[in-house]
């Protein structure tokens, strides 16, 4: 399979936001998620490793499950992500 097909990207962003919502929540031990900002391009790099995603599939990825984009304090925008996060033990 190519590594730029879209099948394959969208498997991809599925596993990647397993533990990340478009909107606030808690995991199952009743911990909130936290609240990220993401550029498309940060997504992308961190997938780069498992697949090229084009930045459009990014997009229209987001678009499709209703996340928001924030307009930053320095102007930038960015996607709106609660994720969830792990104490360290």
Same mark, same amino acid.
């Not at 498997?11 to 031990?29: E, G, Q």
């Given at each position: 399979m190519p590594k730029n097909d879209s099948s394959q990207a969208k498997?991809?962003? +599925?596993?990647? &936001? %397993? &533990?990340? *919502?478009?909107?606030?929540? @808690? !995991?199952?031990?009743g911990q909130p998620y936290?609240?990220? &900002?993401? @550029?498309?391009?940060? =997504?992308? *790099? /961190?997938?780069? @490793?498992? %697949?090229? =995603? +084009? &930045?459009? /599939? =990014? %997009? !229209?990825?987001?678009?499709?499950? +209703?996340y928001a984009v924030a307009t930053l304090p320095d102007g930038s925008i960015a996607w709106a992500i609660w994720e969830r996060v792990q104490g360290i033990l």
């Open positions: 498997c991809m962003l +599925d596993a990647y &936001f %397993v &533990f990340r *919502s478009n909107l606030p929540k @808690t !995991d199952a031990n936290q609240k990220r &900002f993401k @550029t498309t391009e940060e =997504i992308a *790099s /961190e997938l780069a @490793t498992m %697949v090229a =995603i +084009d &930045f459009s /599939e =990014i %997009v !229209d990825y987001m678009r499709e499950r +209703d």
